[in-house]
């Protein structure tokens, strides 16, 4: 069991679910030291549990500030000496001192192709925009918020009758799969960053980010 994985959550952790998934069938290189929400009613802490994996509560309403209560989750972060900290669903805005604690090995997965739509309601926008194509990605955690260097992505079409929830479904089924995906590369050590960029197999990403397609049956 090498490598040390800790995934924070706000909500009901369907990607998290995922990532679970591809680690109890041996796909990833690591393991989930734990599961880590600051929503004590979060239904992710339930899968966790249901997983056995450790979890823990640290309630962002407690604290005075959110330097404050940063400060405390890295410290319960840290118990754990990560390899790797996933945000899978964590609905936090975080200080810059917790970015850079993490900076190189800290994820995230957002609800757009990157680095358009960058913030909330992705798809309503996307459809709104006339968008012919939207999708997922997987960035590196940088101070700016969805704008870490972008290292996987996945794509659906975007239909005539599409509403913001029918075409959030279908791009949630192929977060499911790209999430797990990036993993088992960092757990890999084959994506890393250098310099701001990242890297696959050595091989800079810039402007070559790889992309997967959604299958006709998933459109």
Not at 59 to 72: C, Q
Not at 166 to 183: D, G, M, N, S, Y
């Amino acid at each position: 069991m090498s490598g040390s994985i800790v995934i924070l959550i706000s909500g009901s952790g369907s990607n998290m679910q995922a990532i679970i998934d591809t680690v109890d069938a041996g796909e990833i290189s690591g393991h989930i030291s734990a599961v880590i929400s600051n929503r004590p009613d979060a239904f992710g802490l339930e899968r966790a549990q249901a997983a056995g994996i450790h979890t823990e509560v640290l309630d962002h309403t407690e604290f005075k500030s959110r330097e404050i209560f940063d400060l405390n989750l890295i410290r319960k972060i840290d118990d754990f000496e990560p390899d790797l900290v996933i945000l899978a669903g964590f609905m936090r805005i975080l200080t810059p001192d917790f970015v850079r604690r993490y900076s190189g090995r800290m994820i995230n997965i957002h609800p757009s192709l990157l680095p358009k739509y960058q913030g909330l309601h992705t798809h309503k926008r996307a459809i709104e925009a006339g968008d012919k194509e939207h999708g997922a990605s997987v960035h590196f955690v940088t101070e700016e918020l969805d704008g870490g260097p972008v290292f996987i992505q996945a794509s659906v079409p975007v239909k005539e009758s599409d509403t913001p929830e029918a075409l959030a479904k279908r791009v949630l089924t192929q977060e499911h799969k790209i999430f797990p995906i990036a993993v088992k590369w960092f757990m890999e050590g084959r994506v890393q960053l250098e310099n701001g960029i990242p890297h696959m197999d050595g091989v800079s990403l810039e402007g070559r980010v790889p992309r997967l397609h959604a299958e006709p049956s998933e459109e």
